[in-house]
């Protein structure tokens, strides 16, 4: 796994040893942020938050790219290391790691304190659907949200939560889109 643009473009990530983490493929990646550059030119600007970190790849990506700010949360202490690890090699002052639940963490964070914000939660256990709604606060005007699952995303539940999909695209067994709150 490696950092695909940006300052630390080709640097590798050391990857956890951790059952179920996935770190989001280079693929996915490099269309996300096409995405993002053409849709939010201003990336120098923009504040993110990858809620549920894991190997930091995409957070760190962000950074790598001239984000203002990113922060990542992560509640396993072992990918807690890894993130911590690669921060400090890299000098990366912009990045703030937050140890602990992502649900604690965000009713904690800023409102409209983010412009980008990933969601990349473990699958399977229902935490994308319970944590679109607790991001909505979150989110800064024209902010967008990254989701990333093995399963398509539902249009009704993302609706209901207050999103629409920007952008959509499958790579493999991931799902993943771009979506901005449904009023935008």
């Given at each position: ?31 996300v942020f096409n995405w993002l550059a053409h849709l939010r030119p201003d990336l120098d600007r923009l504040r993110?938050l990858d809620l549920f970190a894991g190997s930091g790849a995409i957070g760190f990506e962000l950074a790598s ?120």
């Amino acid at each position: 796994m490696r950092i695909i643009g940006g300052r630390w473009k080709r640097t590798p990530i050391r990857i956890a040893d951790l059952a179920g983490l996935r770190p989001t493929p280079d693929r996915v990646r490099e269309t996300v942020f096409n995405w993002l550059a053409h849709l939010r030119p201003d990336l120098d600007r923009l504040r993110g938050l990858d809620l549920f970190a894991g190997s930091g790849a995409i957070g760190f990506e962000l950074a790598s790219r001239g984000a203002a700010a990113v922060t990542l949360v992560e509640r396993n202490p072992r990918a807690l290391q890894a993130l911590e690890a690669l921060r400090a090699r890299l000098h990366a002052e912009e990045i703030t790691i937050l140890a602990g639940d992502a649900f604690a963490h965000a009713s904690m964070l800023p409102r409209g304190g983010f412009d980008i914000v990933f969601l990349d939660p473990p699958y399977g256990e229902g935490l994308l659907a319970a944590a679109l709604p607790v991001v909505r606060p979150l989110l800064a005007a024209e902010a967008l949200v990254y989701v990333e699952d093995n399963a398509p995303l539902d249009e009704p539940t993302l609706r209901s939560a207050g999103f629409r999909i920007v952008r959509h695209d499958r790579a493999g067994q991931v799902n993943f889109a771009l979506l901005s709150e449904a009023g935008d």
